[in-house]
Structure formats: structure tokens, C-alpha cells
């Protein structure tokens, strides 16, 4: 399958504790991004690397929130101290250059 | 599996008939717009795309027609089979030159009956 995997598929966390969920894009794609996605909603987006370098990120990203594609392949999300408000999914897309993103199948968090 | 859409506005047909589904964009500087398949428990599927420079596109069983003067944008799916439904959402892109950013709209359920 050469299409965007994401790990774990889903994670349940207490408050308090932290996650890291990791992307593995298209190998040929340089552009990365990360969504949230909360139920009954469109997927919201959140940060954005073209290779190695993050280029964008939104106002949701709070500090707890950090991102990395060391090498300009796969990416990592880290949440810091989670908040039973991040449970959501978290979608992982990729796409070369200015063309159509193609979304992995995200993770879900559940923070109890 | 996901409950993607719990209180999406819904469209029923039956198999075989066709489907349309609208999207309202925000902003009238948007220069690409996306239509996204979503099924239970999976990540948005790339449907079809179009850019502002044009007014309509079609693919295989699916045309996107963009309307700029009111900021519209819709989907039409052809013979339509149970396996079209899921949730579909438009995106537009809020990125500056060379980046997309998308936002997506709240979507629309599809239901398709045998």
C-alpha cells in the first residue's frame, strides 16, 4: 500500500499524560500537513511542512501542540499535558507540490 | 466505526438516480476548491478538484460546477450506487501563493438505498 499510513489508529490517554502519533506521507510527496477533525465536523487544519520545514501553523496548534519532519519524510504530532478537548481525530495528508492532498486514515484520540 | 457527520445535513436517494450536493465558500480570493469523500472510520478520499479559472469539471461519474458570482460550488454524482455513501465535503484553499490551506465545510451525508 503506497498510500499515507498513520500510527497508532487509535490511542486512549488520561488527562494530563502525553501522546505522540506519527505519519508516514507518500514517498514522493514533499508537502505535508496535519488536520483535527472533531465529530459532526470538516477536518481543521493545523500545521503544514514543505520538507523538512514547517511553514505554517494555526491558531489551534496551542503550545502544547508541536510537530517535526526531521528528514522531510515522515512527520510526528506531539501533545503535551492532553485536555479531554483534544480527543478528536487527527488526520495526517500529504501532496506533491500544489496538487491535491491525499489524507491518511488519522488517529483517534480519546483523552478520559 | 467513526460517526463522521452525527447532524450533517443528509441527502437520500435511491440507487441509480442522480445526485447533487451544494457547498456554499466563504472567501471570493479562493482559487482552488476540493470535493472529499468520507467514509466511516477512514481519513477524506480526493473526490474531484477544480481551480477559479474555471466553471466546471468532470470525472468519472462526478462534475464539480464552481459558480464565483455566488459562491457556490457543487458536486453531481451520476448514477449513484450504495457505495457513494459517506459523507462528502467541499474544501476551498485559504493558502497564499504556493501553499494550500485548506477549509473544509460542515459536509453532507449521502444515503443511497438499494
Known amino acids: 500500500d503506497t498510500g499515507v499510513s498513520q500510527n497508532p489508529r487509535h490511542k486512549i490517554t488520561k488527562r494530563g499524560q502525553n501522546v505522540t502519533f506519527r505519519c508516514d506521507p507518500i514517498s514522493e510527496h514533499n508537502r505535508l500537513y496535519w488536520y483535527r477533525q472533531t465529530l459532526g465536523q470538516g477536518p481543521e487544519f493545523l500545521t503544514y511542512?514543505?520538507?523538512?520545514?514547517?511553514?505554517?501553523k494555526s491558531r489551534l496548534l496551542s503550545d502544547r501542540f508541536s510537530a517535526e519532519r526531521p528528514k522531510g519524510s515522515f512527520s510526528t504530532l506531539e501533545i503535551q499535558r492532553t485536555e479531554q478537548g483534544d480527543s478528536a481525530m487527527y488526520l495526517c495528508?500529504?501532496?506533491?507540490?500544489?496538487?491535491?492532498?491525499?489524507f491518511g486514515p488519522g488517529t483517534r484520540l480519546t483523552v478520559t | 466505526g467513526e460517526n463522521v457527520g452525527l447532524h450533517l445535513p443528509t441527502l437520500s436517494v435511491q440507487e441509480g438516480d442522480n445526485s447533487i450536493i451544494n457547498c456554499a465558500y466563504s472567501n471570493s480570493a479562493s482559487d482552488y476548491f476540493i470535493w472529499y469523500k468520507q467514509e466511516s472510520g477512514k481519513g477524506p478520499q480526493f473526490i474531484i478538484d477544480i481551480r477559479s479559472n474555471m466553471d466546471k469539471r468532470q470525472g468519472q461519474r462526478v462534475t464539480v460546477l464552481l459558480n464565483k458570482t455566488v459562491k457556490h460550488l457543487s458536486l453531481q454524482i451520476a448514477a449513484t450506487q450504495p457505495g457513494d455513501s459517506a459523507v462528502y465535503f467541499c474544501a476551498e484553499n485559504m493558502g497564499n501563493t504556493g501553499f494550500q490551506k485548506l477549509v473544509f465545510g460542515t459536509g453532507t451525508r449521502l444515503l443511497v438505498s438499494p
Open positions: 511542512f514543505q520538507n523538512e520545514a514547517q511553514l505554517e
Open positions: 495528508a500529504s501532496s506533491l507540490s500544489f496538487n491535491e492532498q491525499y
